[in-house]
T-cell receptor
Framework: KQEVTQIPAALSVPEGENLVLNCSFTDSAIYNLQWFRQDPGKGLTSLLL?????REQTSGRLNASLDKSSGRSTLYIAASQPGDSATYLC????????????FGTGTRLTVIP | EAGVAQSPRYKIIEKRQSVAFWCNPISGHATLYWYQQILGQGPKLLIQFQNNGVVDDSQLPKDRFSAERLKGVDSTLKIQPAKLEDSAVYLC?????????????FGPGTRLTVT
């Protein structure tokens, strides 16, 4: 059974700092991995999707990497802003069967002005 | 392009009562998902539809939860009777069968409180 873990559970950083969020998964036979952002009381917004054949994806100040063999992904946020404060979730999609996602428990990020 | 719509946004009921949630996916998306997100946890898949057929309902508590997608478009999720542990946010998502990423788009969710 696929298990997804995110460390740390919560993180506070001063504005402008670069930061890294971690995601690990137990079954390396994944189809792709997706990073989401969730604001309080709202749904999930997709940030980046990395196919299993890719090593990283970039969007603006965000960079996500994937090391499938070791079961790890990182989300790098450059020059953090207070508007980045949210919960960040990673999810993996398996190869076989239904293409549903297995989610981690998330990292709650607070960027202090 | 309109996103995934869900209603109601909030619902408070007493235990043993019934409740229903509605979801309208992005136009043209054949796959629809219902997730349950308990406070402090990541979303957990309850059921996945491909058009109006069920692909995966292995984690749906079938003694009290039911879902349908009769015309292959919008969907309803029902809980009858509700328990305290059903308090959670219920998220609906949809994805297209075109392309190879199966990227899912989520609605705003329905927050259910069972008292």
């Amino acid at each position: 059974k696929q298990e997804v873990t995110q460390i740390p559970a919560a993180l506070s950083v001063p504005e402008g700092e670069n930061l890294v969020l971690n995601c690990s998964f137990t079954d390396s036979a994944i189809y792709n991995l997706q990073w989401f952002r969730q604001d309080p009381g709202k749904g999930l917004t997709s940030l980046l999707l990395i196919q299993s054949s890719q090593r990283e994806q970039t969007s603006g100040r965000l960079n996500a990497s994937l090391d499938k063999s070791s079961g790890r992904s990182t989300l790098y946020i450059a020059a953090s802003q207070p508007g980045d404060s949210a919960t960040y979730l990673c999810a993996v999609r398996r190869w076989t069967g239904a293409n549903n996602l297995f989610f981690g428990t998330g990292t709650r990020l607070t960027v202090i002005p | 392009e309109a996103g995934v719509a869900q209603s109601p946004r909030y619902k408070i009921i007493e235990k043993r009562q019934s409740v229903a949630f509605w979801c309208n996916p992005i136009s043209g998306h054949a796959t629809l998902y219902w997730y349950q997100q308990i406070l402090g946890q990541g979303p957990k898949l309850l059921i996945q539809f491909q058009n109006n057929g069920v692909v995966d309902d292995s984690q749906l508590p079938k003694d009290r939860f039911s879902a349908e997608r009769l015309k292959g478009v919008d969907s309803t999720l029902k809980i009858q009777p509700a328990k305290l542990e059903d308090s959670a946010v219920y998220l609906c998502a949809s994805s297209s069968v075109l392309g190879l990423s199966y990227e899912q788009y989520f609605g705003p969710g329905t927050r259910l409180t069972v008292t």
